[in-house]
DNA sequence: TGCGAAAATTGATTTGCGTCAAGGAAATCA
DNA sequence: TGATTTCCTTGACGCAAATCAATTTTCGCA
């Protein structure tokens, strides 16, 4: 859901100040961006806009922690924000990466309850916020825009259960494997997948620990599926041969 | 989301034929039974009523299975239903049952794909369906249900991601604690809960074997924080220490 | 009520992977 | 650019939990 110069400010209406990456830095850019609004009339984006309030946060700073309210949805015009929790016995886990045009708020955007993550800008962030009973009402009033949401919710809903079916049922190497073939269906242009993060926050996504990550890519590699050809790039030798590790 | 008989046919509209286990046998439960419908107003109902069309699916029967395309939501109406995925290794891992009132047809409903989870009837069942497109078509014409489909998700959203942290963190015997926590919350009058589901499938859903689920509840009950008093009853003797394993 | 099948328990064994510790590479900052 | 910190890798070890196998218990059905 990552937006590029392409796509960016591509909608008849006024879009002011965008920069050569391709994002946006006004306010206006947040509803611009995003999939759950760019589908709507320029009139109708206005309006919007008039609700939404921009802010900025400093690299390391929390939007949200669990046990606050949750009756703000987030949405990021630049910047990169990082969700995790934390379990009940104090392990961290990382849930996704969110990157500009993404939104959270979660569930607790529908409900009357606390977050239960954490959502930290990992970079100097700014992001667009409108409240719940805001979104709310206009969600009653675009409906289309329910829709879009409910698009996101159930594809991410998708994906955590799948990845629940597989920490509960694959093993640490299959994990990496499979993890590395979705990345390529990112990419796919050539057979070099480049990992979008560290070690260290690959296997807290993973459910691992970075030594783990390090023993299993050295035993994929030694069986011929993969070349290490860096720290973060890898060439994948054997895809059938991936998918049944 | 389960329903009861007190809950059941408690609106103003004709609901007839209802048993006495709460459960009603004509179409137009299907609608007065569901969240997601039954704050509607009786002209509304009827209305959706007309859009549904009923089926019945015998013990063991699919209502659909992984590589389907996912153009239809299901709402129970009679019966249970057991949704399971397999893992890319082929182990099979529960996700959810579904009683009476709740509906599953997933993300597919709103993106154009195909479902990757089996939803297999293991009781004769009886549901409500209704098309992507008719449903879509409800969700813009009554912009409510929509928050109710959202609540529902965003809900669900966050109970996976939170059993995705606890397989990616937790050992099986907290785990299994854990699970024994919600259980009383849900039942919450005695001390005393009882398993909703086999072993069997209970390892499964916590992605562990019986054998560990037997031996664990042995050491739990060993070192005095739980009494197993049969098969399916379990006596939380201390909750504290419960949750502390 | 009793039989047979399925489910649950218990034991013995194996193994995957986390933990701890140390050395090397890479990134960050002055 | 060099120094310091953080990250990654490699090795040795221990443990949690899966697997395999054998009873025992429970439950569905005749």
Same mark, same amino acid.
């Given at each position: ?29 947040? *509803? ?38 949750? %009756?703000? !949805? ?6 990169? *924000? ?15 990466? !969110? ?120 035993? *994929? ?9 860096? %720290? ?14």
């Amino acid at each position: 859901m990552s937006v590029d110069s392409e796509t960016t400010c591509n909608h008849k209406h006024q879009c002011h100040h965008c920069n050569s990456d391709g994002t946006c830095m006004d306010d206006e850019s947040c *509803i611009s961006l995003v999939p759950i609004f760019n589908h709507l009339e320029p009139a109708q984006m206005d309006e919007i806009m008039s609700l939404i309030r921009s802010l900025k946060f400093k690299r390391g700073e929390n939007l949200y922690s669990p046990g606050d309210p949750a %009756n703000t !949805l987030y949405i990021v015009s630049e910047g990169k *924000i990082k969700i995790y929790r934390l379990s009940e016995s104090g392990k961290e886990q990382l849930i996704r990466f !969110l990157r500009p045009g993404d939104f959270t708020g979660e569930l607790a955007l529908f409900s009357d309850t606390v977050h239960e993550a954490y959502a930290e800008a990992i970079e100097d962030t700014s992001v667009c916020t409108i409240t719940r009973s805001e979104f709310n009402e206009l969600l009653l009033k675009y409906p289309s825009i329910s829709l879009k949401v409910l698009s996101e919710f159930s594809h991410r809903l998708e994906q955590s259960e799948k990845q629940t079916t597989r920490f509960a049922t694959e093993r640490v190497e299959t994990r990496i494997a499979l993890f590395l073939i979705e990345c390529l269906d990112r990419d796919s242009k050539s057979q070099i997948v480049e990992l979008p993060m560290s070690m260290r926050d690959l296997a807290s996504y993973l459910g691992t620990t970075p030594e783990s990550i390090s023993r299993k890519l050295t035993e *994929i590699e030694e069986v011929g599926l993969i070349e290490q050809i860096s %720290n973060k790039k890898i060439k994948i030798l054997d895809l059938d041969g991936l998918l049944n590790v």
